[in-house]
């Protein structure tokens, strides 16, 4: 029997893998999640003010954070409340803005999370704005919480995929 079947196979899983793996790492991901909505859970009501304009989603995304985040992450729903209230568009679309950010170019090294941490809280600039540390340390506190803080995906999944209520 051939091996050529399964060298393509094992070519295949590591290619879909590799689509559907996010461009920010899950432990730092779900940590940032974990900081914004207090426990990575789904707001309700999806929206409150924060900063002079409306925040929403576990990830308490803003609609100009939502708008770059397309030009990286797609059409992200077309929508940013609707976006904000779905478990998978937000996750995308806090890649997307990491894909946009968070880049080697602009940081001068590789990624990490106190990267996508800090410009997650700051903006793109947030990496060198020292008014985004305590937010880092936060979610550094959440990495080194263990394993119930880490697999937070766990619970979202345990959770309605799409929260359609838009209050």
């Known amino acids: 029997m051939s091996k050529a079947p399964v060298i393509l196979l094992a070519s295949l899983i590591g290619c879909l893998s590799a689509v559907h793996a ?3 790492p899950d432990a730092c991901m779900n940590c940032i999640c974990y900081v914004e909505s207090h426990g990575c859970h789904m707001p309700d009501p999806l929206c409150r003010m924060d900063v002079g304009s409306l925040s929403c989603g576990p990830f308490q995304m803003k609609l ?3 708008q ?3 030009l990286k992450g797609g059409p992200l729903m077309n929508d940013w409340k609707t976006c904000a209230a779905s478990w998978t568009c937000s996750r995308d679309a806090v890649n997307g803005y990491m894909e946009r950010y968070a880049v080697p ?3 001068g090294h590789g ?3 106190e ?3 800090r410009i997650h809280n700051g903006g793109p600039n947030g990496f060198k704005n020292p008014a985004t540390l305590a937010y880092w340390g936060r979610v550094k506190k959440c990495l080194g919480g263990g394993p119930e803080l880490n697999e937070i995906g766990l619970e979202q999944n345990a959770q309605t995929k799409n929260h359609t209520k838009l209050g």
């Open 111 to 113: 990624p990490t999370c």
């Open 22 to 24: 996010g461009y920010v």
């Open 64 to 66: 100009g954070y939502w």
């Open 105 to 107: 170019s602009r940081l």
């Open 115 to 117: 990267d996508f941490s």
């Open 68 to 70: 770059d985040a397309r």
